[in-house]
């Protein structure tokens, strides 16, 4: 998969931009500030209809603007289709070829992209919560019908925490939120489980490939075991029916697969722990570019793309990533305060971002 | 209070209508001919007059009881549970279904405030005394999954059998097109043949 063009108005400082993305590299250089990752989000916001740093659609317009547009070309190795999003304080639409899509499904088949940012050393730094978020966000790269899973899951516990909050909850309603969340929980750890084996084997050599050093794992731990399905519901089950009273006490659900955890070790240990910050870096990258992979293994392309690349790894790790993504077919998109951070690879285009403007260079 | 002003406030009330819309809409009427005018006045003032809630099935009609339960050729053995009025003539428009109907006004959803007593869920457990089966037909997201589950278990006691609306492709789809969450769907709910 393919962006050939990136055309953003009103999106954060870009005013009205329209570049030609058609290349195996894009390359955004320039100081701090100038809208580098701006650009980036943009393709972020194209692909999966919102930002990879904003948590509300107003963030993405520019300022004292009320909506902002991003539209590009898109070309998957057979035909080209044109993808738009309009995005409003409260709203967004995509369009595929002018057309509203009659399933989100359909506009994410369009185009995917995976983003790696230096933020992202919180997923192996951080509490399980953003690891789990790491596993619904690479299941929906590989298989865009995962977005249902998680929310049929999500959708049972708002209601039950909603309903653990009333002063008398019904206890019929309980119960059978209770058996909705058990099926729901059930299938969402057991998707995760089955992803995390796609993801292992990618992950050790992408990990391989751009470290080299330490011998690293990969495992899903559930709160329902690792049965099958139905043995996963049937352990559901039994936390919740141990858990009742103390979920009525405390008003708020306990135990279920909201406290999963994605373990990740290097030589044996925790990484959370003990990772040094070079080893914890290499490991938030392996993870994104296993992501990636899982995903291509489904048949999916997306795109990578990679904020601030220098800041992220020493030289050495660098280089053997450029090379890492060279050998892979797929389309990179970069930025980076030092314009040759990409060495003399073949088939870049490379822009100087000033203001929010971009300069081809 | 200003009667153009007052038009417009009213009209922004209505669902989907903001204060733009609701001005052309005034200023449409202030231009559009008497009896036109008069007409939509009327049809309005009677919509809450003349409409009830049938004292049976809840469905909002003209009549209590309303026409199907009134039809004395609809099957009394059968109810099909749905969420709103409207929804009653979308399994009508199926034409396979010639029994009685129960309309929630609602699901159970925690999160709006809305439990089993704010539904018409007490005249349906009586109801369901009277009938063989009750279909659920409540839409396939989280909240009508938990209805449908709800009525499932409180409608036990009374012994009568209760199925849910098989939900997934649609007829006349080919499975090659079939958008996944649908295909999923009814990958559940398959079939022994």
Redesign the interface.
């Known amino acids: 998969m393919r962006l050939l063009t990136l055309c953003a108005q009103d999106f954060r400082n870009l005013e009205r931009v329209e570049v030609s993305t058609d290349a195996r590299f894009v390359m955004f250089t320039g100081e701090n500030a100038q809208g580098k990752t701006n650009l980036l989000e943009a393709v972020h916001t194209l692909a999966a209809l919102k930002g990879f740093r904003a948590r509300r659609n107003r963030e993405l317009l520019r300022h004292g603007q009320d909506a902002a547009k991003v539209s590009g070309l898109v070309f998957d190795g057979e035909s080209r289709r044109q993808l738009s999003v309009e995005l409003s304080p409260t709203g967004r639409k995509g369009r595929v070829d002018g057309k509203s899509p ?2 989100l ?2 506009y994410f088949a369009s185009l995917r992209a995976v983003v790696f940012t230096p933020e992202d050393v919180a997923i192996v730094r951080e509490g399980p919560e953003l690891r789990r978020r790491f596993l619904d966000r690479a299941a929906f790269t590989a ?3 995962f977005l ?1 899973i998680a929310q ?1 899951f999500r ?2 516990m ?3 925490s ?2 653990l ?2 002063e008398r ?2 206890r ?2 309980l ?3 209770n ?2 969340l058990a099926i729901a929980g059930a299938r969402l750890s057991a998707r995760r489980d089955r992803l995390v084996a796609e993801l292992h084997e990618p992950f050790l050599q992408m990990h391989g490939a751009i470290s080299g050093r330490g011998k690293v794992g990969l495992r899903y731990v559930s709160r329902l075991g690792d049965g099958d399905e139905a043995a996963r519901a049937e352990r559901f089950r039994s936390l919740l029916g141990e858990n009742l009273n103390a979920e009525l006490e405390r008003r708020a659900p306990l135990d279920g697969p909201q406290r999963d955890e994605l373990e990740l070790t290097l030589d044996g240990r925790s990484a959370r722990t003990w990772g040094s910050q070079g080893q914890v870096r290499s490991l938030a990258l392996a993870l994104k570019l296993a992501e990636l992979s899982a995903a291509r293994r489904r048949g999916a392309r997306p795109l990578f793309l990679l904020d601030d690349l220098s800041s992220e790894l020493d030289r050495l790790r660098t280089g053997r990533l450029v090379d890492l993504l060279a050998s892979l077919d797929l389309q990179v998109l970069v930025t980076s305060t030092d314009p040759n951070v990409l060495g003399d690879q073949p088939e870049q285009l490379r822009y100087a971002v000033e203001a929010g403007v971009p300069r081809l260079l | 209070m200003d009667p153009i002003r007052r038009c417009v406030t009213q009209l922004s009330r209505l669902p989907g209508i903001g204060e733009k819309t609701a001005q052309r809409l005034t200023w449409w009427l202030l231009r559009a001919p008497d009896d036109l005018v008069r007409e939509l006045a009327e049809s309005l003032a009677e919509l809450k007059a003349a409409v009830k809630e049938c004292s049976q099935c809840h469905t909002i009609a003209a009549a209590d009881p309303c026409p199907i339960c009134a039809d004395a050729r609809r099957d009394r053995a059968m109810i099909c549970v749905v969420e709103r009025p409207q929804d009653i003539s979308a399994v009508e428009r199926s034409g396979e279904y010639h029994g009685l109907y129960h309309v929630l006004h609602g699901a159970i959803s925690p999160l709006d405030g809305v439990g089993p007593e704010q539904l018409r869920l007490r005249s349906l457990i009586q109801r369901a005394g009277e009938v063989t089966e009750v279909i659920v037909a409540t839409d396939p997201d989280v909240e009508g999954d938990a209805t449908a589950l709800y009525i499932a278990r409180a409608l036990k006691p009374a012994g009568v059998k209760v199925s849910r609306l098989a939900h997934g492709v649609a007829v006349g789809t080919e499975i090659e097109y079939a958008d996944r969450v649908s295909l999923m769907r009814a990958l559940e709910n398959r079939r022994v043949l």
């Open positions: 009659a399933q499904e359909e298989r865009a019908g249902e049929a959708g049972a708002e209601q039950k909603a309903l909050r009333q909850p019904d019929l309603s119960e059978v939120f058996e909705r």
